[in-house]
């Protein structure tokens, strides 16, 4: 069965500090994506990334970072240099299938507040 | 904006009602995906159509259904409801046509609260 787990509760740290995000999966399935989203205190879900399971390769977008590595099957997020904007609760996320357009299952979250 | 519309943002209603929640998908999008989310469950997927039909069915109750019309647009009916069915009830829309860098893409939420 599928499962997604953010060990981390809540973090906090202060601005500028680097954070990283923990995510460890289950699935079955040899093909599948991992997202993250970002849910801001407004409480909309913000689309950060998608991965499929064939490419191993890191991302890197501004001050955010993912790495995922299947041999841990972890998808894990980075931000660098914390600002008090990317205070919100992220969550991970894995579809299953080939298209990558089935449901997701998500993770608990993780809430970061990040402190000025 | 993300393009995926939800009505209404609040609503309020007693125990026991049926309430019914909108969403327009994005422009293009055949897939509508209904998700809750709550303090006790988190977030937790509910039904998923594409193109007017039922492709998976997730935690959803039998007091709970879904519908996608013919422009594409859903709505979500909750009946008898209870207590604990306050939450924010999420649509997401998608295309598995896209670029595989696509993502879901959510609205703003429903937030029900059942008094």
């Known amino acids: 069965a599928q499962k997604v787990t953010q060990a981390q509760t809540e973090i906090s740290v202060v601005e500028k500090e680097d954070v990283t995000l923990d995510c460890v999966y289950e699935t079955r399935d040899t093909t599948y994506y991992l997202f993250w989203y970002k849910q801001p205190p407004s409480g909309e879900l913000v689309f950060l990334i998608r991965?499929?399971?064939?490419?191993?390769q890191n991302e890197i977008s501004g001050r955010y970072s993912w790495n995922f590595q299947k041999s841990t099957s972890s998808f894990n997020f980075t931000i660098t240099a914390s600002q008090v904007v990317d205070s919100a609760v992220y969550f991970c996320a894995l579809s299953e299938g080939e298209t990558g357009a089935n449901n997701l299952f998500f993770g608990t979250g993780t809430r970061l507040t990040v402190i000025p | 904006d993300s393009g995926v519309t939800q009505t209404p943002k609040h609503l309020i209603t007693a125990t026991g009602q049926r309430v019914t929640l909108r969403c327009s998908p994005r422009s293009g999008d055949l897939s509508v995906y209904w998700y809750q989310q709550s303090l006790d469950q988190g977030l937790q997927f509910l039904i998923h159509?594409?193109?007017?039909?039922?492709?998976a069915k997730g935690n959803i109750l039998e007091r709970f259904s879904a519908q996608q019309f013919p422009d594409l647009h859903s709505e979500l009916n909750l009946s008898s409801l209870e207590l604990g069915d306050s939450a924010l009830y999420f649509c997401?829309?998608?295309?598995?046509?896209?670029?595989?860098?696509?993502?879901?893409?959510f609205g703003s939420g429903t937030r029900l609260t059942v008094v």
């Open positions: 997401a829309s998608s295309d598995p046509s896209e670029s595989i860098h696509y993502g879901y893409t």
């Open positions: 159509y594409y193109n007017g039909e039922e492709r």
């Open positions: 991965r499929n399971s064939f490419d191993e």
